[in-house]
């Protein structure tokens, strides 16, 4: 009877035993299943908030060559992120910078580079050539999975784009502000650097309302490019309008010729129209000539303004305003300046 006993307690151990571990099968079955099951979900996660493949337009969809006609620009479809980049323009190596960018190979080293942008000299990026003279061999021997270009380099548009796919990012004279926040956007999107950009972008709200204040102190004011001696002007549909329009500056006229380089303006135009602000942009020591800008400007006419009668003659810095331009630390630095010299 004893040994009955011995036996029935036995099987049920064993029967016991046999449960538990069919429940830990179980058990790490379903946990297995519930792993995977979230991998897929995780990684379908991924693949849907993926930003590519992508489709990228220019940030200006055509622009007049300087042999005549115009020069049309296209979408780029990218099925990842570019890893090389090169880049031509300024404005947007410095919006490639400002967000943290990486991958940048080659930059426009045979020109003038702003100062802010300097670190870009070092051996540790490739020269592209200048702003208007690309080396296309050694671009090529880059292979960038990008190319960037503005306006100065559209003329090697066709053959650039035998290289690596090329995309427009310049501004435009029509809508300055509007094109530079669509190059800003284009490169936080292509980038993943939509956070950045929009934190850095903040910065533009309380700058805007400061200098749009101290505009207001102004009745008339004129921007004028200084080059070698001569002075061109510039009103509100031009490349330097911004400053009326965004900024809040009053032209004291609107009839000036638009054009890249402004219209021809001689010193007895400007006391003709007699500004109470006049900006002069140094031309010349953006483009590495010797400037004798204070000299040449502050002769007997200009002397009979008001503007200089009032001190209120602005020189802005020639590299940051002639090439640098439309890139987030140059625009927010063009208004710090202003700010700076005004105030």
Not at 116 to 142: F, N, Q, R, T, W
Not at 185 to 205: G, I, P, T
Not at 270 to 289: K, M, N, Q, S, Y
Request: hydrophobic share 40%; proline share 3%.
């Amino acid at each position: 009877m004893k040994k009955t006993n011995i036996f029935i307690a036995l099987l049920a151990t064993m029967v016991l035993m046999l449960a538990a571990c069919g429940s830990k099968e179980e058990a790490s079955k379903k946990e297995s299943t519930e792993t995977a099951a979230a991998e897929d979900k995780s990684a379908g996660a991924s693949e849907e908030g993926s930003a590519y493949p992508m489709t990228v337009s220019p940030t200006v969809a055509s622009t007049e060559s300087e042999e005549g006609g115009s020069i049309t620009f296209e979408d780029e479809k990218f099925e990842k992120m570019p890893e090389k980049i090169a880049v031509f323009d300024y404005g947007f190596l410095d919006t490639l910078d400002a967000l943290g960018v990486e991958g940048i190979v080659g930059v426009a080293k045979d020109s003038t580079l702003p100062a802010h942008l300097e670190k870009y000299a070092s051996d540790e990026y490739k020269s592209v050539g200048g702003l208007k003279e690309p080396l296309l061999e050694d671009i090529a021997e880059m292979d960038p999975d990008v190319i960037f270009i503005s306006g100065r380099q559209s003329a090697y548009y066709e053959e650039l784009k035998e290289i690596a796919p090329v995309v427009f990012v310049g501004t435009s004279q029509d809508d300055y502000w509007g094109s530079f926040e669509a190059s800003v956007d284009l490169a936080a999107k292509m980038f993943d650097k939509e956070a950045e950009a929009k934190e850095y972008l903040a910065k533009f709200d309380s700058a805007l309302e400061d200098i749009k204040t101290l505009a207001g102190n102004y009745e008339t004011s004129l921007v004028t490019m200084y080059n070698e001696g001569k002075l061109s002007g510039f009103s509100t549909n031009s490349r330097f309008g911004y400053i009326y329009d965004i900024y809040g500056f009053k032209p004291v006229t609107e009839d000036i010729e638009s054009s890249s380089h402004g219209s021809n303006f001689g010193f007895e135009a400007v006391l003709e129209f007699d500004p109470e602000v006049l900006f002069v942009i140094d031309r010349t020591a953006a483009t590495g000539g010797d400037s004798n800008i204070e000299a040449d400007m502050e002769n007997e006419i200009i002397k009979k303004t008001k503007a200089y009668k009032n001190g209120k003659i602005i020189y802005l810095d020639g590299p940051l305003w002639y090439l640098s331009g439309g890139g987030l630390q140059s625009e927010l630095a063009k208004i710090d300046e202003i700010l700076a010299e005004l105030k």
